[in-house]
């Protein structure tokens, strides 16, 4: 029970630190956590675990939580800086990658010791990036079209929770598909693989119906450089 009591914790933290982000610093605060989450999100993949009987992989709930962050975007802000969001996160990933293949080429001095670990880390970023920058414009590109979608035919305050979760069911689906598919294809033996793919879908959308009044507390939510601006 340990990882699930953990897990639900470290959930709720990132949710709450997503409110945080947004109350102190706006769209802006949005933006970098799509950022900030994605980079990490793409660190902590490479590790799995045991979670509800089922071998899952970390980094679950940081990624979801950047679907949270676009929907507030989407709902606070419109669809193009929803978008935007999306295309920063896909940026982060791009300069992580490069940045840590060019780290680990580097010649390590004799006093070194990250070396290998490092070289163990981002060894898998490669295809675990290319894997997560294509099932991350897709999807989040699909969610940010669904959510807009949806919002035309339930519009009120109320619905949030079914633009929220509709868009998240649909996106979620095709992103695990694409992701797992690729980031993990002669990686794992195929049983293995399923279970990672139904294991992550499960997951992340478990998650994306957490985070629902996560995104109600965000409506309720005036920013503090919004608050300066209408004084």
């Known amino acids: 029970m ?34 900030i989450a994605s980079i990490i999100a793409n660190i902590q993949v490479t590790k799995t675990i045991e979670v509800i009987g089922l071998t899952a992989t970390l980094g679950n709930s940081l990624y979801a939580s950047t679907f949270l962050a676009t929907d507030i975007l989407n709902e606070k802000y419109g669809k193009k800086q929803a978008q935007k969001a999306v295309w920063l996160g896909f940026s982060s990933l791009l300069v992580l990658v490069l940045t840590m293949q060019f780290g680990v080429k580097f010649i390590p001095g004799e006093s070194d010791f990250a ?63 694409i992701f797992t598919g690729i980031a993990f294809y002669g990686v794992y033996s195929l049983d293995i693989w399923f279970q990672i793919f139904i294991s992550t879908y499960v997951l992340k959308v478990i998650i994306s119906f957490m985070d629902t009044p996560f995104g109600y507390l965000a409506k309720r939510i005036t920013p503090l450089d919004e608050k300066k601006e209408s004084l």
């Open 2 to 35: 340990f990882n699930e009591i953990l897990g639900l914790i470290f959930i709720l933290f990132n949710f709450a630190m997503l409110l945080t982000m947004y109350k102190l610093f706006g769209k802006t605060g949005l933006f970098a956590w799509v950022a």
């Open 115 to 177: 070396q290998g670990s490092l070289e163990t880390l981002f060894g898998l970023v490669p295809q675990i990036a290319i894997a997560s920058m294509i099932a991350y414009l897709t999807s989040q590109h699909l969610d940010v079209i669904i959510f807009s979608f949806i919002k035309k035919i339930f519009p009120s305050d109320r619905q949030f929770w079914i633009r929220n979760n509709g868009s998240a069911v649909l996106s979620q689906l095709l992103d695990t598909l």
